[in-house]
């Protein structure tokens, strides 16, 4: 919080930078002068990851941040990917090759990238908690941490058996305040008890926060008529006591504006009106999956999950458009694999965060565009 009362935790998440999709690169201008306007308001905090964005996040990271700034001006969060490692000397290969790839010996907080059951067996397997520590006592990384996607419980005892953690980077948003799936509040309980210090990713849950069903818009509209939905999001997260930060992927410049606004924390009533915005999403049909595409790699038959689920999302929430959108479904599958592709595997459905029955919803998705229907 600052002098005046308001609050602004916003971190810049290098997650979805602008890019010129046909010189398949980023857009080097257009992120200068977004890190330029982001610093100019007052943030300090970038956030990238080793496979974000196939490596341009840590590549944007070196050109546009730390050629370009000092490191006073700014502070730095990287995240190894654990759960590549075949052994703890990979840790270290890891790690080196990302110190060169944003051109830093330096992290202001190092993080174990994406911790769930599984890959909190691989850490263990590998020594990567070791690894942090030894990155940590040698004055490469200011803290260390990691980022989360399972149970409050599990969480609970990575904690107890790692006091050493001093960061706890969580998926936080109202909609996933009481999710049984996501745990939010939970989990963020859980990280403050510990006394561990809550970053937040998702506020806005991939953007699926931005557009409210007309109902709930109006109730918001009602109470602020000048706030957006994403100021709502953003607003409700960054009121939590003990959130240090809240990353937010920017690949717009008026983005840097809205989201660096500072305001003040939000009141009871508001967020009673998020909890009833939260009732009514949760009582559609729509998957709940933000287009994050961690699951489509993961796909031996190469189906395009999100896609599918986008379309049929937008099939539930507007059925009158129906005219329009099955058409777009019909053309998507004579391009791509069809979800009648789906051989059950469930491969995808370990590397979901909002940990969805991908298979079971892509069968209900064949179902609904079927031609008979
Ligand atoms: S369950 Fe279906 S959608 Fe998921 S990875 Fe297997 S084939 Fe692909
Ligand atoms: S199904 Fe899950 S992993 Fe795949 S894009 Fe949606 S939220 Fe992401």
């Known amino acids: 919080m600052n002098k005046t009362g308001t609050i602004n935790k916003t971190g ?33 905090w970038f956030d990238t990851c080793y496979t974000y964005m196939d490596g341009l996040s840590e590549e944007a990271i070196r050109r546009c941040v730390v050629n370009r700034k000092g490191h006073n001006q700014y502070k730095l969060i990287e995240k190894l990917p654990g759960y590549l490692c075949h052994s703890y000397e990979d840790c270290a290969r890891y790690f080196q090759e990302e110190q060169k790839r944003c051109g830093t010996d330096f ?37 260390i941490g990691f980022s989360y996607h399972d149970s409050a419980d599990l ?10 953690i001093d960061v706890v980077l969580l998926q936080i948003n109202y909609a996933d305040w009481e999710s049984a799936g996501i745990e939010s509040r939970k989990c963020y309980e859980t990280v403050i008890k510990h006394g561990k210090s809550v ?16 109902k709930s818009e109006e109730l918001l509209r009602s109470i602020h008529p000048d706030w957006s939905a994403v100021d709502w999001a953003l607003r409700f997260v960054q009121s939590l006591p003990g959130v240090e930060l809240v990353l937010s992927g920017m690949n717009r410049m008026e983005q ?41 790699d993961y796909c031996p038959e190469n189906i395009a ?9 937008e099939l539930q929430k507007w059925p009158e458009e129906d005219w329009k959108i099955r058409p777009v479904y019909k053309q998507f599958t004579a ?4 979800p009648t592709a789906c051989i059950a595997c469930k491969s995808c459905e370990t590397h979901c965060p909002q940990h969805i029955k991908i298979s079971d919803y892509i069968r209900k998705v064949e179902e609904t565009f079927r031609c008979d229907h």
């Open 12 to 44: 810049f998440g290098f997650l979805r930078l602008p890019e010129d999709k046909e010189a398949g690169a980023l857009r080097w201008d257009a992120i200068d002068q977004m890190v330029d306007a982001y610093l100019a308001a007052g943030g300090i």
């Open 155 to 164: 969480l609970d005892t990575i904690l107890q058996r790692h006091p050493e």
């Open 199 to 214: 970053f937040v990713m998702e506020p806005v849950k991939g953007g699926t926060l931005a557009e409210l069903p007309p």
């Open 107 to 143: 992290f202001d907080v190092f993080m174990l990238h994406w911790l769930n059951q599984e890959n909190y067996e691989i850490a263990e397997q590998y020594d990567e908690f070791r690894f942090l520590r030894e990155i940590k006592e040698a004055g490469l990384a200011e803290r």
């Open 256 to 296: 840097i504006e809205q989201n660096l606004t500072p305001f003040n924390a939000l009141e009871a009533k508001e967020i009673d009106a998020l909890a009833a915005v939260s009732m009514e999403l949760h009582s559609g049909t729509s998957i709940p999956c933000t287009g994050c595409r961690y699951c489509v």
């Open 335 to 338: 391009h791509n694999a069809k």
């Open 305 to 313: 999950i999100p896609d599918y689920f986008r379309l049929y999302n």
